[in-house]
């Protein structure tokens, strides 16, 4: 026996305590699937948790409709392999009034979208707890925020007034309608998400790996045309181009990075040596400063 | 995180990443806080270290030099601090809130640093950030010296178990890089945390906004010898446990997918254990022994501290979330009182007296404060006598807890040695503690069983024991209506009595003010004599202003489901003040009487009283009719 754990199962064993809590303290709890590689891990992580039995909650996925085609097969799949049990919510409003990223923005899309849907699923279903796959080390605002995240019950963030969170004692008390959102992966950064993805060998979408795709520049980003939707404006053309993705979000707001990596270990290596943070390619993260905590008061996760 | 020679990697192959990434995996961790009084530098500084270390990106380094110019106080200088201070109000206002975590590693080891708060206002946060740390680095800012927030933070460090202090004299650059003014401020930081225990404390000369010691030595401080921050930092021995330490498991969560499996999951507190080994349910005595140690991953022969797991026992043994699985020869301490050290976090100050939520890991229980035994002075750490704990204040406490809970001394073990205190209203997290050592009353003292019960006294009396609560404010008709309603059962031939506010105060409570502290303990007393009566099997009317939530609740939780009744006697406060029956409120709002209710003291109204009694225009009598009824249609008479 080592006389200390290692780094990864420190951090695994850290989120299976946290989601253990959740499950033994909410009445009805919920995890976030987004589909992209935080959320393959906390899966992973909840099968971990409560082996050999499966994870006493749902998954849910806030479907914006404009999700990478690819990412909505995977979901699928993983959902009839392992199955979870899998609830999508898509914000019906949004769709009948057209809301899209094209014509409205990544702001107005992201808010109807996301933020409103995800809070209509909160309130449909009840939630009294809702588990994300953020890390602190993705950005400022998340930086600042507790494991166990109070929402009141307007799911809205007060960032200037955060319960105190000491030692592994988490305050999981809330009142009716109030929620909390709970955070496994937030001590993980991106070199151990991807880490731990090659040692355990956790399947994820393979948007992430470099390949020969139909890419259009735009705005100073490359953004894959993935479906008809996508209109060329003038002067634009598709390119073929060996590209991947280090984040998924919605296709026309998710910059594809150019890259030969199509290996775990290629991928890592070339993290290592870059010069950008992965939310570089998030469209949505650069409308204006401060905009990561505005979209999380408004009850984004 | 990491800090790579971009150079070498960039020649790195595939095979290469592997064996690099298993030199990852065995680095230490030494999780860090800077902290120190406000404006001594504490975000510059971990901007200083995230940036000297190439954790920059280049789309963070520009967006840093478009903020700096928006929020900066350097001038034309990038500000570094901006890199973590990352909620809005905090660039605008130029401070840090709330612990922001941030991670880098060097070549020997990683780090998460918490950078907490200076304000005295967001101590809280500050705790927070210190609560799973190993080391504290101290800010002082060398043209001030050492600050009230310095002695605060370097107690509640020591207080939380931090046993490695670095006292960073920062903004050294600006004493012209004096060597007496920084030993002056080591030498009297070293005398007043004497008495602290800390293991190691380690001055260094610094300026975090111009990088001057802080990953590597400066020439501008010939005079000092030793390693710069980030040297020392990579060096420090923090786990340096002394010696192996008895097995601790609290148990989480009850894992039961079938009839077959019944597994006990939680995380490994300390110690180690192995399957045969035995172990005991902490909080009955029980022995069994461990059959299966489950994992996703394979069934596991030995799991040691820190490991999440879940174990299968021999025996079907009680364990349910909350108890322990231990050593067989070295068991905690299984009691339903304690003293412990408190930090406050509460708007409200700890009131002695009034009931909390305690939460360890796993356990919850509820739990008064039966003695502050006393505050601590942060200036010159002495003791001093205290009826509450206001805000940021730390003492220690006795604590008496409704059920016994299993834990070991703070020193002992830091995962079961804590707890944090909760507010049953709001829920807010207001207080943390470290447990000092078991109560000896509680291992003495044993509940002595007698043979008449309350069932049998209240049959006897051929009624349902109750406690009527009328609260409301003085002058409302508590008491006119308590003792129509006490004749018109007495008549019926009831067995009754009143508790009245006015005459216990000339007896049991004579000792008793009306300060905050004072009315607490008022409610306490009374509401344990109206439970002994409603055990001899009467029924009790309480007419008593009672004007806290939190005490009402309490008084509620003491009695059985069913036995209280709260009666709010709703008049409206111009109304009291007209009929003043004792002239009080005039004397209150002329100023003769302190902490009266209504007036200069507040009434938290029953949010959901079991009998909402208006009485504006009503006679009393019909008051008491209709409480009557009530009673008789739920079987009380």
Not at chain 2, 8 to 28: C, V
Not at chain 2, 146 to 158: D, E, G, K, M, Y
Not at chain 2, 255 to 268: D, I, K
Request: with cysteine; glycine share 6%.
């Amino acid at each position: 026996m080592p006389k200390a754990l290692s780094h990864l199962k420190r951090l695994e064993a850290e989120s299976i305590h946290i989601m253990r809590e959740v499950a033994a303290t909410f009445s009805k709890p919920v995890m976030l699937y987004s589909i992209g590689k935080d959320s393959s891990v906390l899966l992973h992580l909840a099968l971990k948790a409560f082996y050999p039995a499966k994870p006493p909650f749902p998954f849910l996925h806030v479907d914006t409709t404009w999700k990478f085609r690819e990412m909505i097969a995977f979901r699928d799949r993983m959902a009839a392999e392992l199955g979870f049990d899998l609830l999508v919510h898509v914000n019906e409003e949004g769709v009948r009034d057209g809301i899209n990223p094209f014509d409205h923005g990544s702001n107005i899309h992201t808010h109807v979208m996301k933020t409103v849907a995800l809070r209509q699923a909160l309130d449909k279903y009840g939630f009294d707890a809702a588990f994300g796959g953020a890390r602190r080390d993705e950005e400022k605002s998340r930086a600042k925020e507790r494991i166990f995240s109070f929402r009141n019950a307007g799911h809205a963030w007060d960032p200037k007034n955060q319960r105190p969170e000491m030692w592994k004692i988490y305050n999981t008390r809330v009142a009716k309608d109030e929620s909390i959102r709970v955070f496994p992966l937030s001590n993980w950064t991106e070199l151990d998400i991807w880490q731990y993805i090659l040692q355990e060998k956790i399947p994820i979408v393979p948007l992430y790996f470099a390949q020969r795709r139909p890419v259009v520049s735009r705005d100073g980003m490359l953004i894959l045309v993935d479906d008809e939707r996508m209109k060329l404006l003038p002067g634009e053309m598709v390119e073929e181009r060996m590209v991947r993705f280090r984040t998924l979000g919605c296709y026309p707001l998710t910059g594809a990075i150019e890259s030969n990596a199509s290996t775990l270990e290629e991928i890592v290596a070339e993290m290592l040596i870059s010069r950008t943070s992965e939310r570089q390619g998030r469209l949505i993260d650069r409308d204006e400063a401060g905009s990561m905590e505005k979209k999380k008061r408004e009850g984004y996760f | 995180m990491f800090n790579v020679d971009d150079s070498a990697l960039a020649e790195t192959e595939a095979p290469g990443i592997r064996s690099y990434l298993a030199g990852q995996e065995n680095k230490t961790l030494l999780r860090f806080l800077t902290c120190g009084s406000v404006d001594d530098g504490k975000s510059t500084l971990i901007g200083r270290l995230l940036f000297d270390t190439k954790l920059i990106f280049e789309d963070q380094l520009a967006a840093l030099e478009q903020d700096s110019r928006r929020h900066g106080t350097n001038g034309e200088d990038i500000d570094l601090a901006l890199l973590v201070d990352g909620l809005e109000a905090e660039r605008e206002q130029g401070i840090t809130i709330d612990v922001a975590y941030r991670f880098f590693a060097t070549a020997k080891r990683k780090f998460i640093v918490a950078d907490t708060p200076g304000h005295e206002q967001y101590t809280r946060n500050m705790a927070t950030g210190a609560s799973t740390a190993d080391l504290a680095v101290v800010l002082v800012d060398a043209r001030q010296g050492i600050l009230p927030q310095t002695r605060r933070h370097s107690i509640i460090a020591s207080l939380l178990g931090i046993r490695h202090i670095v006292l960073a004299v920062n903004k050294i650059d600006l004493v012209d890089f004096d060597a007496d003014v920084f030993e002056r401020i080591a030498a009297e930081y070293r005398s007043f945390v004497a008495d602290l225990g800390f293991r190691t404390v380690v001055p260094i000369p610094m300026s975090a906004r111009h990088g001057d010691n802080v990953t590597r030595g400066s020439d501008n401080t010939p005079w000092y010898s030793g390693p710069s921050l980030l040297e020392h930092l990579e060096v420090v021995d923090n786990e340096a446990a002394p010696g192996p330490r008895p097995f601790r498991f609290p148990v989480q969560y009850v894992n039961r997918p079938n009839h077959e499996f019944r597994g006990f999951a939680g995380t490994v507190a300390s110690g180690a254990i192995g399957i045969g080994d035995e172990v005991v349910v902490a909080k009955s005595g029980r022995r069994t022994r461990v059959k299966r140690i489950v994992t996703y991953d394979g069934d596991l022969e030995r799991a040691c501290e820190g490991q999440a797991v879940t174990l299968v026992l021999q025996d079907e043994v009680e364990v349910s979330r909350g108890n322990m699985l231990v050593a067989a020869d070295a068991r905690p301490a299984v009691a339903d009182q304690f003293a412990a050290n408190v930090v406050w976090f509460g708007e409200q100050a700890l009131l002695p007296g009034r009931m909390y939520l305690l939460r360890t890991e796993t356990d919850e229980v509820s739990a008064t404060v039966s003695h502050l035994k006393h505050r601590v002075n942060i200036g010159n750490f002495a003791r001093e006598a205290a009826k509450s704990l206001e805000l940021n204040e730390v003492g220690v406490c006795n604590f008496s807890l409704q059920a016994p809970i299993a834990f070991d001394p703070f020193e002992e073990n830091r995962t079961t040695g804590s707890f944090i205190l909760i507010d049953r209203l709001t829920n807010a997290t207001v207080g943390a503690g470290m447990i000092l050592h078991p109560l000896r009353r509680a291992a003495n003292i044993h509940w002595q069983a007698l043979d008449v019960s309350k069932a049998s006294r209240a049959a006897m009396k051929h009624q349902k024991p109750a406690v009527l609560w009328f609260t409301g404010l003085s002058g409302s008709g508590k008491s006119t209506i308590a003792n129509l309603l006490e004749k018109k059962l007495h008549a019926a031939g009831r067995h009754t009595y009143i508790l009245d506010g006015d005459n216990v105060r000339h007896g049991l409570n004579r000792d008793l003010g009306f300060t905050e502290e004072d009315r607490v303990e008022n409610i306490r007393r009374v509401a344990e004599v109206a439970r002994l009566m409603a055990d001899a099997g009467l029924i009790v009317f309480v007419s008593f202003i009672s004007p806290f939530r939190a005490e009402r609740r309490m008084a509620r939780d003491l009695m059985e489901d069913g036995e209280f009744v709260e009666v709010f006697v709703d008049t409206p406060f111009e109304e009291c003040a007209k009929r003043d029956p004792k002239g009080l409120y005039a004397r209150a709002l002329r100023g003769e009487i302190k902490n009266f209710t209504g007036v200069d003291s507040p009434y938290e109204p029953p949010e959901k009283a079991d009998i909402h009694l208006r009485t504006l225009g009503r006679a009393p009598e019909d008051i008491a009719d209709e409480v009557e009824e009530w009673l008789r249609e739920r079987g009380y008479c």
